[in-house]
């Protein structure tokens, strides 16, 4: 079985351009989830998806950020324009919505923004 | 709010040696989880252990287990038999449990670095 997806593995971009996401999770999973570590910090919570709707984006940094789910399956976090402090690894993870203690995590994208 | 504390930076353990990574949470809630993920070169988040709060009981998985302290607020992670394969940061991380199901807002550490040396 597939794991949890995440597209493209490492971006670097220039400040102000526009950098989309990509989460695949397991599938048959309903909960999505968004996490972000920026260098030398915690791992932060961004936003949880149940199929396609927002349970809870209280994370989200600013209005920046742009998280979606069309027909619940996989998910974007578009962040336009990007500034520098929005370098580090953003990392999603899905559950089962019976289960939802028990997250899977995908490897994770590295942005850079220079 | 609640809040995960892991004191130890970075920790290095000889092959086949024992190590304890120490967490401390601060929290008022009486029901959670506690986890411990490991992250290795990879990137990959992968779940070591995980324990709820409501038992007394520490969880063992092969040669990792947790001691876990409620009154204290501490959960700390042993790994038996260090191997090579276990050099990763590892997150100490708190979930709280609500009626429902828990809804998957994990508050973590800071993580601690561990390099397991032949």
């Known amino acids: 079985e597939a794991g949890v997806t995440q597209f493209p593995s490492h971006s670097v971009i220039e400040k102000g351009q526009t950098v989309t996401l990509r989460c695949d999770p397991i599938?048959?999973?309903?909960?999505l989830y968004w996490y972000r570590r920026v260098m030398g910090k915690e791992i932060k919570f961004l936003l949880h998806?149940?199929?396609?709707?927002?349970?809870?984006e209280s994370g989200m940094p600013n209005n920046r950020f742009l998280a979606e789910r069309t027909g619940g399956t996989y998910s974007t976090l578009k962040v336009q324009p990007a500034e520098l402090e929005d370098s580090g690894v953003y990392f999603c993870?899905?559950?089962?919505?019976?289960?939802?203690?028990?997250?899977?995590f995908g490897s994770g994208t590295q942005l850079s923004v220079l | 709010a609640q809040t995960v504390t892991q004191s130890q930076p970075e920790m290095s353990v000889q092959e086949a040696e024992t190590v304890t990574l120490s967490c401390t949470y601060d929290?008022?809630?009486?029901?959670?989880?506690l986890f411990w993920y490991k992250q290795p070169p990879s990137r990959q988040m992968i779940l070591v252990i995980r324990?709820?709060?409501?038992?007394?009981q520490n969880a063992t998985e092969n040669r990792f287990s947790v001691n876990f302290q409620k009154a204290a607020k501490s959960f700390s992670l042993k790994i038996s038999d260090s191997q090579l394969g276990d050099t990763a940061m590892y997150f100490c991380?708190?979930?709280?449990?609500?009626?429902?199901?828990?809804?998957?807002?994990?508050?973590f550490g800071k993580g601690t670095k561990l390099s397991v040396k032949p």
């Open positions: 991380a708190f979930m709280k449990h609500t009626w429902g199901g828990s809804q998957g807002n994990l508050i």
């Open positions: 993870a899905s559950s089962q919505l019976a289960a939802s203690e028990k997250l899977f």
């Open positions: 929290t008022s809630e009486n029901n959670y989880y």
């Open positions: 599938s048959g999973h309903d909960n």
């Open positions: 324990q709820e709060a409501y038992k007394q």
């Open positions: 998806f149940v199929k396609e709707s927002k349970q809870d």
